[in-house]
């Protein structure tokens, strides 16, 4: 029997880029833990196995899409401002975060373009997040238990007086807890009851009958996380990319229609103070948001040339505006506010193009293939619909 090298050398080493990957995942998510320098080790050891099979195959091995473009000019706008930031360290350790969370991407989408190897990724990564909730569930059962209770549910996710809870998880508060899951749940949710059909099991396996259930389950659990993690900003980012999720796969009428319902709901007295009040005790949440954005906008206007550099908002901030307590500001309470003083005009264009981006051609491609290759039309609408969501959780909040 002859052994196919070229097969088992390409193996391997698409598995050590992999590997790059979970090991990117799990240094986030013990994010207060280790030093921030460590989110570039999963992108060193994907780099790696990708140049390696490159001169192996004797080929560049890279797939292009639109927004590798913006964020390279993104990077590229990053590590310029390190010249004038007034914390070089925390643009460069802001800037290893996010140039490796760039790198990861590019390596993946260029890498893995099989339908097996993309189905596995996911598995095992929706796997090892299934794994940190449960043992996170395991150590806070006795406070989580009471939210089980439907009144108490409603209480602290719509009338915004329900159970506070201090948990303390490695990736921060519970702020950044539901943040992370309320990204992930739109994006399950897609796969599992968009991207695997039942239909599949004439033409393909019974796996499927396996694999769909698997999925479900993981987007019910990472639902469920981000109800119990109290935090209101991740509800709604959550249910704002499910909106969008269910609205991609419907024609462009009913989005239409989403829009006057909307209009009509907001022109009700009653319904329109509910919405009101919803809004207005998020924002007076914590310390006064109206207050910081206030202070935001002047100090944009300030430094909006080239801004302070990536990293640097809590340290402006408190030179500009001392805080009256030991607690100060960690950031604007608003995406678009944070990176315009850190990044200036050009760099808070370059991230709304991104943004645009990949909402946009992640609906576009996913509307295009839905019926073709309902799959990846499942993973292109669920990404749009996780950057919309964080989109509108991050118009008041900035977390992840």
Known sequence: ??????????????????????????????????????????????????????????????????????????????????????????????????????????????????????????????????????????????????????????????????????????????????GLYSLLAPFTFSIAFFGIRWNHVRTRSWIFFIIKPIFVCFSILFFAMVVFSGSRGSSIGMISGLICLVLSYLEWWWTLIAVYSTAFLVAIPSSR???????????????????????????????????TGLGTFQHVYKEFFPPQTQNAFIHAHNIFFNVGIELGLIGVILFSVLALQLIFYGIALGRKNRFSHPFYASIQIGLASMVFGYLVRCLFDYTI
């Open 1 to 178: 029997m002859k052994i196919d090298k070229n097969r088992i050398g390409n193996s391997f080493l698409n598995a050590g880029i992999e590997i790059g990957f979970y090991t990117s995942i799990l240094t986030l998510l013990f994010i207060t833990k280790l030093p921030l320098y460590y989110q570039g080790l999963g992108a060193s050891i994907s780099i790696f196995f990708w140049l390696s099979k490159c001169l192996f195959n004797q080929k560049w091995i890279y797939k292009h899409y639109p927004w590798h473009w913006t964020e390279l000019l993104l990077c590229g706008w990053i590590w310029i401002g390190l010249a004038w930031s007034v914390q070089p360290s925390q643009t460069i350790l802001q800037g290893i975060i996010f140039t490796s969370g760039c790198t990861i991407e590019v390596l993946l989408v260029s890498v893995f373009t099989k339908k097996q190897q993309v189905l596995r990724i996911l598995f095992f990564l929706f796997l090892l997040l299934t794994i940190y909730a449960l043992y996170f569930l395991h150590l806070h059962w006795n406070d989580l238990s009471p939210l089980l209770q439907i009144d108490t549910v409603w209480r602290s996710q719509l009338e915004v007086t329900g159970v506070e809870i201090n948990f303390g998880t490695p990736i921060g508060g519970r702020n950044s807890l539901g």
């Open 273 to 307: 103070n509910w919405f009101v009040r919803i809004l207005m005790d998020t924002l007076s949440g914590d310390m006064s948001r109206i207050l910081i954005w206030q202070n935001s906008v002047a100090l944009f206007k300030l430094l909006w040339i080239g801004g």
